[in-house]
């Protein structure tokens, strides 16, 4: 009896970028400087680039874009809702919260300065030149006061209708807070948006099952007047993505713990090699929560009073790899279109991300949605998401990985620095080791 394994999300995501990109040369070919081709049939004559490139393929490929910023609202929104409003201690709101918040914030905003410093040296998109399917106009950039202010918002409801995220994040984090500090009342709603998380996750979950369509109808249409040298920009967009998530794992965090804290940084990242194996494994910060608290308590030596309140938080709020890879691509799809960003677009990218970040939930697939909200502030057109977004899943692992690796950090730091953490265990290579196996059994009870 032979049981067929389904095919992998990864694996029809590359076979549909693959398809639209080989599709999209041989539509080139045929129809060379941007000339059509006209089949005469039997009813009508059927013009390649009028059915095809401008008409199914373009529809398809815009429907899948407006689904992306469809849930760029209620994702944000819930999710960091759900996140702050967890915070029930409230002792611990102006301590312990400060320097959680703080701290992933800091790592956060160093990811993704770090991430497009890189990508401005290297240049991954330069040379391209390539004209985005919709036009935009530049626009003057407001000045650092003038982002502050605008980040509180006077309706909020205004800011969901108009999709101001840094409005609609302030927000949510206000009401967050208010729901930690309103007892019984704040608990029945939280389980209300803990329901409405649920779907959201549920819908996500269907648009990226979609996105092998969405991607094939974007690449067709991109590459029919796109040469294949494009593709050898997005290897080099690869691999600076994958450079800065290994630097900033392997070099920014373990600098952090050693100014911090004083530890050893090499017991730190030898303990995390398990949690941060099942974060590549399962592309998802959440689905490890218990992993990495397992760690942090077990193996790195926070009390769990700690562990049980930051590594939760993280999985929300702490999203380096992810605002890693806005950075990057923000750089990339920018270069690619030939669009100049100043000073001041580069420093509402950082400040987007990193608050973007706090509303990214741990699951595989959402860095796209806030990568779309990313590119709209700065007037760069959502389609170069299309350009991405073979590799992504590809790379999703390895931000899973960093994300964690970060959680478990900024954890110590917070124990350490509040007298609840055990050296001894951390500097025990053996502690933990006995329940190494239990973890992997004790998610299926």
Known sequence: MSTNKPTSLTTRIIIGMVAGIVLGQILQLLMPDGSDLVIPLIFADLSLRGFFVDGLFNVGGEIFVASLRMLVVPLVFVSLICGTCSLKDTTKLGRIGGKTITLYLLTTAIAITFAMTIALL????????????????????????????????????????????????????????????????????????????AVIMRLV?????????????????????????????????????????????????????????????????????????????????????????????????????????????????????????????????????????????????ILTATLASIGTAGVPGVGLIMLAMVLDQVGLPVEGIGLIIGVDRLLDMTRSAVNVTGDTMVTIVVGKKENQFNEEIFLDENA??????????????
């Not at 990495?292 to 077990?298: H, Q």
């Not at 933990?432 to 009870?445: A, C, Q, S, Y």
């Open 122 to 197: 290297v240049g991954p998109g330069e040379g391209v030149n390539m004209a985005a399917n919709t036009t935009f106009a530049s626009r003057e950039a407001p000045s650092l006061a003038q982002v502050f202010i605008q980040m509180f918002p006077s309706n909020p409801f205004a800011a969901f209708a108009e999709g101001n995220m840094l409005q609609v994040i302030v927000f949510a984090l206000l009401f967050g807070i208010a729901m930690a500090l309103s007892g019984e009342a704040g608990q029945r709603i939280a389980k209300l948006f803990e329901d409405l998380n």
């Open 205 to 349: 979950t269907i648009l990226m099952n979609l996105a092998p369509y969405g991607v094939f109808c974007l690449m067709a249409t991109l590459f029919t007047d796109l040469s294949l040298n494009t593709f050898g920009n997005l290897i080099v967009y690869f691999l600076v993505v994958l450079f800065v998530l290994l630097t900033h794992a392997f070099v920014t965090y373990p600098i952090i713990l050693k100014v911090l804290t004083g530890l050893n940084p090499l017991i730190f990242l030898k303990k995390m090699r398990t949690t941060a194996l099942f974060a590549f494994s399962t592309a998802s910060s959440n689905a490890t929560i218990p992993v990495t608290l397992e760690s942090a308590t077990k193996k790195m030596g926070v009390n769990n009073s700690i562990a049980s309140f930051t590594v939760p938080l993280g999985a929300t709020i702490n999203m380096d790899g992810t605002a890693i890879m806005q950075g990057v691509a923000t750089v990339f799809i920018a270069q690619v279109f030939n669009v100049d960003l100043t000073l001041s677009d580069y420093l509402m990218v």
């Open 432 to 445: 933990g080791k006995d329940i190494e196996e239990i973890d992997f059994h004790h998610l299926k009870d």
